[in-house]
């Protein structure tokens, strides 16, 4: 349904960037560590947000405004809401440690939330892109917020180093994406991902041009990703840069990295499925080589986390590049873009909760961030040392937590494909990770604590961390209405 003159599709957007401006001014006026109003107030936006992204999501079809540019289907309304949700909990979970960094008070008033806003902002245009360059400015607002938060700590050496990294290799990275668009555009004579998938299945453009810009596109996906071999950014970035920053690089931008995968390689560029199909097989197993065994090597947890999520990475991977095959179904394609789907919504639930434990452990002038602060943490409170061996168990893919039915269902969709021996690959880079994951949990129930102060944190930050681990348990025991909601939503982004 198209009406060029109906911003309601838009709607979720709209809000949100006058809610940015009301945050803005507000901290200019406010001193937020003595009164979160910014906090407050960026918490009602995402809210406001929330509810308007979601809305009409039981409506099937596609709506489009911009004249078609951007578009508003089930996927791009579920990818938002989670997009909403984990930006909610990291701003919940960072806001102690920010205040103790002094990275929300003074000159730096309310600058924290506005940053960690506008990502949100650029990830749902990202989502809901329907041309290459809503998607680009999409990637850019959110990329250019990122490395301002990376650098807000001016003063920490570290965090410098880290945004000048992530700047220079994230500028290289999007030089290739709209190098790649330049000569897609050149080939097919259009931005609009429909009229491009037009010209691609009707065979109008050279075979060449396209193979190579879409080489160039899928380098810069694999940087947004975090995938190998253009991971080189992911630990450095992930140690330096302050840990509510980490959570805000970590989380939702994979979903978001997974929506412009799903526009860009399914919708706008199905056609050329066995070309890109070969490269994400690559990058797949490199990420999970690369990751799993390097993560093994690390003694920081926020480097050990980074590998982690690279290999994570190559298994969302396995999903997108097992929906086409030969004698496939528009069924057996559903299903494996919904699995690759729930994987990376799921794992952006498990990797807050991840994130948010280092905070916890952290406190003023003292950093978490080594695998030996995790050292006895059982006798120090039993429950916070079972909420992060729930969340190191996902990600292992230990059942019944969600991490397990996760992987079971890539892989699944992956076999279905004909994939057997990277099934197989996947299952001994898996059996290699899990022995960082269990190393942690090692550590904290054998363990002597060799630090024996006390875990001060906030009652909100304690709650929500609680309720995240609950969940990852909640999920893996019953995760059927997600992975409907997930199947429902890939099924209409496809029939449109």
Known sequence: MMNELNLMPALAEIFLAIAIMVVLVAGLFAQEDKQPVSHVLSLLAIAGTACAAIYGFESAGSTYAFNTMFVSDPMSKLLKLFACIATAMTLIYSRQYS????????TLSGEFYVLALMTLLGQMIMISGNNFLVIYLGLELMSLSLYGLVALRRDHALSTEAAMKYFVLGAMASGFMLYGISM?????????????????AAGQASKMVLVMGLVFMVAGLAFKLGAAPFHMWAPDVYQGAPTSVTLLLGAAPKLAAFAICMRLLVEGLGALATDWQQMLLVMAVMSMAIGNITAIAQTNIKRMLAYSTISQMGFMLLGLLSGVFAGSSPEAAANAYSSSMFYAVTYVLTTLGSFAMVMLLSRHGFEADNLDDFKGLNQRSPWFAAVMMVLLLSLAGVPPMVGFYAKLSVLQAALAAGHLWLVLAALLFSLIGAFYYLRVVKLMYFDEPADTSPIIAGGDLKLVLSLNGIAVVALGILPGPLMAACIYSITQALAS
């Open 99 to 106: 205040s103790e960094r002094g990275m929300l008070g003074g």
């Open 184 to 200: 897609l555009y050149g080939a097919t004579g259009s931005l609009n991902l429909p009229q491009v998938a037009q010209a691609v």
